[in-house]
């Protein structure tokens, strides 16, 4: 079935360092990704999206690329802190579905 | 503004018990999501509701599992019988009519089954 998925179940990276967390996925027919964020204990939170016309767009200290020939999807944390450190996730809308498809996480560690 | 809340935080029972979670949505939020998650794993989703109508539970397992959104506004999720495989968090989330990418999570159920 099709399935979105993280390259790197953990990533431990030093506080003020960047950050990049991949994402592959494999349906070619979704059109936006969107990066999620969730801290132990709480729900996914919303960080930034991206539509399949678009390969980068940037947010406060995060920056989503898109490859659509590789299907790959990235997330970039500049100067990590220690509130960055959470699990990430991306996910698919696969075509006109309206349906959210999570991959599996990705753990980011930030080290003091 | 108040966010998702859920309730309640957590939950233990024993195989074959019932049990009941219960989502308030963010206002003026129409379309409201219940999702399993498993330890490690992303959410799936299990039921989407446009207002009242229950517009995607092709993931629900009905044999055991039941929703519904009474006029509109909060939503119950029920198990009954549990086993223990549902043992998870279940979270709830809401978004606005259309904005199907940026969804607000509420911070889960999690449900132990002995």
């Known amino acids: 079935g099709e399935s979105v998925g993280l390259h790197l179940p953990t990533l431990s990276v030093q506080e003020g360092d960047n950050s990049i967390i991949n994402c592959a996925y494999s349906?070619?027919?979704?059109?936006?990704f969107i990066w999620y964020k969730q801290e132990s204990g709480k729900g996914p939170q919303f960080i930034i999206d991206?539509?399949?016309?678009?390969d980068k767009r940037q947010g406060q200290r995060v920056t989503v690329l898109l490859n659509k020939t590789v299907k790959h999807l990235s997330l970039q944390i500049a100067a990590t802190q220690p509130g960055d450190s959470a699990v990430y996730f991306c996910a698919e809308i696969p075509g006109n579905t309206g349906k959210l498809i999570f991959g599996q996480g990705t753990t980011l560690q930030v080290k003091p | 503004e108040a966010g998702v809340v859920q309730s309640p935080r957590y939950k233990i029972i024993e195989k074959k018990q019932p049990v009941a979670f219960w989502c308030n949505p963010i206002?003026?939020?129409?379309?409201l999501y219940w999702y399993l998650q498993n330890l490690g794993q992303g959410p799936e989703l299990l039921i989407r509701?446009?207002?009242?109508?229950?517009?995607?539970d092709s993931q629900l397992p009905k044999d055991r599992f039941s929703a519904e959104r009474l006029k509109g506004v909060d939503s119950t999720l029920k198990i009954q019988p549990a086993e223990l495989g549902d043992s998870a968090v279940y979270l709830c989330?809401?978004?606005?009519?259309?904005?199907?990418?940026?969804?607000?999570f509420g911070e889960g159920s999690r449900l132990t089954v002995l």
């Open positions: 989330a809401s978004s606005l009519e259309g904005a199907t990418g940026e969804l607000f």
């Open positions: 509701y446009e207002n009242e109508e229950a517009v995607d």
């Open positions: 991206i539509r399949s016309n678009m």
């Open positions: 349906n070619s027919a979704s059109d936006y």
């Open positions: 206002s003026g939020h129409n379309t």
